[in-house]
């Protein structure tokens, strides 16, 4: 029998210099649940060479460590911004912070610490939606070129992370070998004013209107804090620009007068209106195929494995005897999401010494080679 709530899950990215001041905060609150990923941030380095006269931009790559855990919604924006200022995340560079509402399916409950998380960070409701997150699955070695031309246009920090494939790779036979199993995954934090236009950059610098190359799908989500750290080198201002615009965000009240293109009288991103639903299962590694291959059966277009490490600071949890997990995102049609987990739930990958658990969430647009062929057809 699966117990099911809601929570919100909170998400931290941070260079690993400073996840020792996340992973205080974690156990200070005894936060029951967290899953770890090890993933890179790219930005621009600008180097000044021949004593000055000439100048060049690099990509640099920094150490990233990756926080999901979950909190009862009321504590989500407490807990938030008790993490940003410990760890100084309204700084440029030193990281993210963000939260979307989840409903979790597992076999067991979490335990919170309520009266420390009342104590600690207090209750609030959360805010609202403010940012996208668009994540972007491509084959091994493209991602960097893709994160460059975000960088270049000043649009936001890329998260870089690897994991491997299943879908159509899958049903090729013999041929399946023209396509890598290995996957690498991007995130991208932008404006929500800003994710379609960053959505139609990707689409075309990742070439997903072919076959095999890769898709991507977006969500809404609360930030308290965006990594702005575009560019890094010498300064020649007392102010950075991600500074600048920080304060400017804060006297306009929103990031809306930064939308590249923007008028009076543009008129605002329209919301997809086909129903879709992210489905995010955490097992013990080496367990999701099954879930993979009835995910395929029951009509997904693909999926996505990414290792994790699983760490607790609540003493009543009960110590697993592994803690390394696996994560499967999927997107699928609201039409076949019951069937999906009918499927699921058969495999007993629920059940065990370690079981795993769902979360399922609202994803507001999915661009795949399936998909942009079906909207071609629409269009004649």
């Known amino acids: 029998m699966f117990e099911q709530a809601s929570f919100s899950k909170i998400s931290c990215v941070v260079n690993d210099t400073v996840a020792p001041l996340i992973d205080k905060v974690l156990k ?6 967290l899953y770890i990923q090890q993933a890179k941030q790219i930005s621009l380095l600008d ?3 021949w004593w000055g006269l000439r100048s060049s931009t690099t990509l640099e790559e920094a150490r990233t460590v990756f926080y999901r855990f979950y909190v009862p919604a009321q504590y989500e924006t407490g807990t938030m911004r008790r993490i940003a200022e410990a760890a100084d995340l309204y700084l440029p560079g030193r990281g993210s912070i963000y ?7 597992r076999k067991t409950p979490l335990i919170f610490d309520r009266e420390k998380l009342e104590t600690l960070v207090g209750s609030e409701d959360p805010g609202k939606d403010n940012y996208a997150v668009i994540y972007c699955i491509v084959q091994r070695g493209a991602a960097t070129s893709l994160a460059a031309t975000v960088l270049e246009m000043g649009l936001c920090v890329p998260l870089i992370s690897f994991g491997h494939g299943m879908g159509l790779r899958d049903r090729l ?3 399946r070998i023209t396509i890598p199993v290995e996957k690498e995954v991007i995130y991208f ?3 929500k004013i800003d994710a379609e236009l960053l959505e139609s950059v990707i689409v075309h610098k990742a070439r997903l209107d072919l076959p095999g190359q890769g898709f991507l799908y977006k969500t809404y989500i609360r930030a308290v804090a965006v990594n702005l750290h575009v560019r890094r080198g010498k300064r020649h201002y007392a102010a950075t620009m991600e500074q600048v615009i920080a304060t400017l965000d804060d006297l306009r009240g929103s990031s809306e007068w930064r939308r590249l293109g923007a008028s009076s009288g543009d008129k ?3 919301e997809t209106q086909e129903s879709l639903a992210c489905l995010s299962l955490i097992a013990e590694e080496g367990t999701l195929n099954v879930f993979g291959k009835a995910a395929l059966d029951a009509g997904a277009g693909g999926a996505t494995f990414i290792p994790l490490e699983l ?5 009543d949890t009960h110590a697993p005897s592994s803690h390394a997990r696996e994560i499967c995102d999927l997107v699928v049609s609201t039409a076949i999401k019951d069937t999906l987990l009918e499927e699921v739930s058969l495999t007993g990958i629920f059940e065990g010494e370690n079981p795993g658990m769902l979360e399922i969430s609202s994803a507001h647009s999915a661009v795949t080679y399936l998909r942009l062929m079906e909207e071609k057809k629409k269009t004649g």
């Open 268 to 270: 605002p991103e329209q």
């Open 99 to 105: 939260a979307k509402t989840i409903r979790m399916l």
């Open 173 to 175: 036979g013999l041929l």
């Open 47 to 49: 180097r000044s060479t």
């Open 189 to 191: 934090i932008v404006p």
């Open 311 to 315: 760490r607790s600071h609540h003493e």
């Open 28 to 33: 200070d609150l005894a936060i029951p649940e």
